[in-house]
């Protein structure tokens, strides 16, 4: 499904300031794989997906979705293929449009355009019934300005827009770092879902360890723009976050003082 082979990303490159992001990262994801990636402040998880989102060029390597080589597709185009939510809930939603409007739009995303009406009753009658999925009462907001909502409430419905589609891959950017925890746990149940029912393709950063061991069939550890280890199966199952990181520990060589990681 995902498959990056020898990726390479440098910073700054020939200056005081040059940081080495990925290093000859090599991944790949089978369909269906929910991926959780982890790893201290500046291990590259979220260059890693701006990478594959076509944020970035590559310095080197080549990055293939669905048998795709899209290494040089620029980003634009890669919207129609990936679904994107950011740890910024402001980021996904355009703010001053109704929240019908937003889903129309997610709806639409890369269909030809046409002069036609703009939100046909079929259409709305469909968004309330995908609204109701989240539970916040928005199907009967549809109306509303999505500036108006909550942080969480906004995360949400990004989560949902993302998901509309069914993209080809789902990148998770600490999507969930800026929620109090109760309005997290609900997105994360969510976007559990969403996987399972429409068996997507997701990558999913986090910082939390918790989080990391809980959801997913596969987590990957990384640090210095490399993968440190690639855990799986039943073996990813039987983890703690101790032991998790005992291996980090291990492999890295340093403590993890101050590293947020801990507070998970």
Known sequence: MLKLTNVCRTFNKGTVNEKKALVNLNLHLKPGDFVTVIGGNGAGKST???MVAGVFPCDGGQIELDGEDITFLPEYKRARLLGRVFQDPMRGTAGNMWIEENLALANRRGKRRTLRWGITKEERARY???LQV??????DRLSSKVGLLSGGQRQALTLLMATLQKPKLLLLDEHTAALDPKTAATVLRLTDEFVKRDNL???????NMRDALTYGNRIIMMNAGQVLFDIEGEEKKNLTVEA?????QSAQGDALVND????S
Not at 134 to 139: A, K, P, R, T
Not at 201 to 207: K, P, Q, W
Not at 260 to 263: A, P
């Open 48 to 50: 890693l997906l701006n």
């Open 128 to 130: 309330q019934e995908q």
């Open 134 to 139: 989240l539970e916040l009462g928005l199907e």
């Open 201 to 207: 393709t997701a990558l999913m950063v986090t910082h």
């Open 244 to 248: 998790l990181l005992q291996r980090f």
């Open 260 to 263: 947020r990681m801990l507070l």
